[in-house]
């Protein structure tokens, strides 16, 4: 839909930015990030707390993963920016949500090359000139040890120098990579299923298709368990449409193609898994639960089995199953999947920095462009030195991908938000894509988001909230030294809503059904006062409930909240320079 005599025109060269990224450009920088190392442990993650019936948990999380995309490509193609994430809310809302939401858009890209990395160095421990990089244990995740840091620095250090070539060369190298990222789990797919695949494993093996004794509490905790940290990636487009030729008429496209291919793949993926796994493993070892670390009594090859299972995944299943060449060519994918994925974050968070420093959050620093590749190259920079930091205290995938996922979800939960209050302050804007149905699916999608954050858990729920305060004080800093001579006033009429929202979920969480024992509670510090939360007082259906009508109170609190029509004109008058000339009649 394009603009009309009565629409403003979106400028699209406001930034500075190289535009060369065009609809498949922005497809695989999506596709890219939606697979990667999920594809290798999200699998396992699942079956090892619901078995089989992990699968209705893919389902579960692709429908608010899709709602939730639809959303984004509505806002993307409206507000082709870059950093589009931090930017909507700041919008619709103000100052203070925009820095509260664009700072947890930051977190969630910052901390996913990290765990790229981590998924990269764990698959190939598993090879024996590798043996010494990952410690593996026999009761839970394993730790880098320092021949393993180091391969962890090269590996961001490498993501740095990539970004640092420019979007058209960083386009052409991710193109190239993610054609391979989906191939090899179709070839995977396909070979398994069709001559390795037990359809026992369904059934009776490992204690039948729902394994856990509360099988829709085991089915919701796979989710942020990794099967929605799997699934996340889409907005990779949006965060890059200040870079794209025709965001307008490629941005919805390419975020919407992206998950209907990662949906697909990754429920086959799981399928494929369960099924091809080796049932004498689920006979001695306990059932699909007891894949997690080796039982007591078992032979020594059994326990170096399930040892290398949890290292890697689909290279044990592939060995096992003696496609041995299989088991090759994924271990050399354990390397070029994260690795494409971790390029394309350090990508996106030195965006985001770059979008919150053009909002006036961060000092202009973040601002600064490499004249000939015209990369935001200080924004790169510290985008990798974050992620490092990441590698501290998550020793492991399974340790950092909670946190993650509810950073990326507080980030996706601004979305829905932000389009149904700029549809009623800005009916007038050209939207290249119009959502259907956007007054169901926008409190839908904000009542998804707040499910994933309370099903991660109590600890990771208030790791989450430190972080954000950590995010508050660094942004006080800048507005206290004036890093930045953009700083807007802040619109504190968002903050009681913000502030409602987190203290609620708090409570919420603390008296839930999820936690404790999670994975942040046995860290330092954390220990004493994160594993007192997560009581279960409420029950499973009091959570479900409560964080249902919470997410409703709060979606139409900040509806009420919402900027007036003329402070929305001033925030958006470097994408639309007529906005307000349009309003004012």
């Known amino acids: 839909m394009g603009a009309t005599a009565n629409q403003p025109q979106v400028r699209l060269d406001v930034e ?172 995977t797919i396909i070979i398994l299923i069709l001559g390795h695949f037990h359809s026992g494993n369904f059934g009776h093996a490992g204690g039948g298709f729902f394994a856990s004794s509360s099988p829709i509490k085991a089915i919701i905790e796979t989710l942020p368990a990794g099967i929605v940290f799997s699934l996340l990636g889409f907005e990779q487009a949006v965060q890059l449409a200040g870079e794209a030729k025709d965001p307008q008429k490629d941005l919805a496209r390419a975020v919407i193609g992206s998950v209907a291919i990662g949906a697909v793949v990754y429920l086959l993926v799981q399928i494929a898994f369960l099924g091809a796994l080796d049932p004498h493993l689920l006979a001695v070892n306990g059932g699909w639960e007891g894949l997690g670390a080796p039982a007591k009594g078992v032979s020594a090859a059994v326990s170096r089995d399930i040892v290398n299972l949890n290292a890697g995944p689909f290279f044990t299943v592939a060995s096992l199953a003696g496609v041995g060449w299989l088991a090759t060519v994924l271990r050399i994918d354990a390397v070029i999947s994260p690795s494409g994925t971790g390029l394309v974050y350090t990508t996106s968070a030195s965006r985001l920095s770059f979008g919150m420093s053009k909002n006036g959050f961060l000092p202009t620093a973040f601002e600064s462009i490499e004249p000939r590749s015209k990369a935001p190259i200080f924004s790169v920079v510290v985008a990798a030195i974050v992620g490092l930091l990441f590698l501290l205290p998550f020793p492991s995938w399974s340790a950092l991908v909670n946190v993650v996922t509810a950073a990326s979800v507080l980030m996706y939960a601004a979305a829905p938000l932000s389009l149904a209050a700029l549809r009623m302050q800005k009916p007038n804007l050209p939207r290249a894509y119009s959502v259907a149905g956007a007054s169901v699916l926008a409190p839908l999608g904000f009542i998804g988001a707040t499910w994933i954050i309370v099903f991660s858990g109590w600890e990771t729920y208030t790791t989450l909230m430190v972080a954000v305060l950590i995010g508050y004080g660094l942004i006080a800093l800048s507005y206290r030294f004036k890093a930045n001579p953009k700083a807007p006033a802040m619109d504190w009429q968002a903050a009681p809503w913000i502030g409602g929202y987190f203290i609620g979920m708090l409570v919420i969480s603390y008296l839930g059904a999820f936690g404790p024992g999670g994975i942040i509670g046995g860290i330092g510090i954390f220990k004493t006062v994160l594993d007192q939360g997560g009581t279960d007082d409420i029950g499973l259906g009091g959570t479900l409930i409560a964080s249902t009508i919470w997410a409703l109170v709060v979606y139409y609190w900040a509806l009420s909240a919402r900027l007036s029509e003329s402070k929305v004109d001033e925030y958006v008058q470097e994408v639309y320079p007529s906005a307000d000339s349009i309003a004012a009649h």
Request: charged share 5%.
């Open 16 to 187: 500075g930015l190289d535009r060369g990224l065009g609809f498949f450009g922005l497809l695989w920088a999506s596709e890219t990030s939606i697979i990667g190392s999920g594809w290798l442990f999200g699998a396992l993650g699942a079956a090892l707390i619901a078995g089989p019936s992990a699968i209705f948990g893919w389902i579960l999380a692709s429908i608010i993963v899709a709602i939730l995309a639809l959303i984004h490509a509505e806002l993307g193609g409206l507000f082709p920016v870059t950093g589009g994430t931090s930017r909507f809310p700041h919008y619709a809302f103000g100052s203070f949500a925009g820095a509260t939401f664009g700072w947890a858009s930051y977190l969630q890209a910052a901390s996913v090359a990290p765990i790229e990395v981590l998924a990269a160095i764990q698959y190939l421990s598993t090879a024996h000139w590798a043996h010494s990089w990952y410690t593996k244990q026999t009761t839970g995740p394993g730790t880098l040890s320092g021949a393993g840091i180091v391969a962890a620095i090269v590996l961001m250090v490498l993501f740095v120098i990539f970004n640092l070539i420019g979007i058209r060369w960083l386009a052409r190298i991710s193109n190239a990579i993610t054609t391979w990222k989906v191939f090899i789990p179709v070839i």
